[in-house]
């Protein structure tokens, strides 16, 4: 371990590119990650979204369109992100956005498949997906879904 954090990978440069709302970094392994901001967001190393344990991460909905306003150093180890959403809280390490970056794909999917699995939309404006037919009804009946 190169620090007390265990980073291996070091950023050679950093890019934000506002219009396109993405953060891009160089590793010194020679790798280029692009992050967009979204990503970024809803992958908050914060508490606020990571929670204090595990299963305790919050599902962040209704960013889309999210922007960096500022990125600042902390320490030699890591970088803090403000968003324009008023989000600020999160440390992200290298360590962290290295291994954001190689698994983002992944990463991605899962958050995807969250916002499916609980009715959430990643629109700001339509955080809710619109009730399914036999919850506007009062329930199914069926007392199995825990919707009465």
Not at 19 to 40: H, R, S, T
Not at 57 to 86: C, L, S, W
């Amino acid at each position: 371990m190169s620090d007390t954090l265990g980073t291996e990978h070091w950023p050679v440069e950093i890019r934000h590119r506002q219009a396109e709302k993405l953060l891009e970094i160089e590793f010194d392994d020679g790798k280029v990650f692009q992050y967009p901001a979204e990503l970024l967001r809803v992958e908050s190393p914060s508490a606020e979204v990571k929670g204090h344990g595990p299963g305790q991460k919050t599902i962040v909905p209704g960013r889309r369109h999210v922007g960096i306003m500022k990125i600042e150093p902390v320490g030699r180890y890591a970088i803090r992100i403000d968003f324009d959403d008023m989000h600020d809280t999160g440390i992200y390490t290298w360590r962290y956005l290295y291994e954001l970056g190689r698994d983002k794909d992944r990463i991605w999917q899962g958050y995807l498949d969250a916002l499916a699995q609980h009715g959430l939309s990643r629109d700001p404006r339509a955080v809710k997906a619109p009730a399914k037919a036999h919850d506007r009804d009062g329930g199914c009946g069926s007392g199995g879904c825990g919707c009465r």
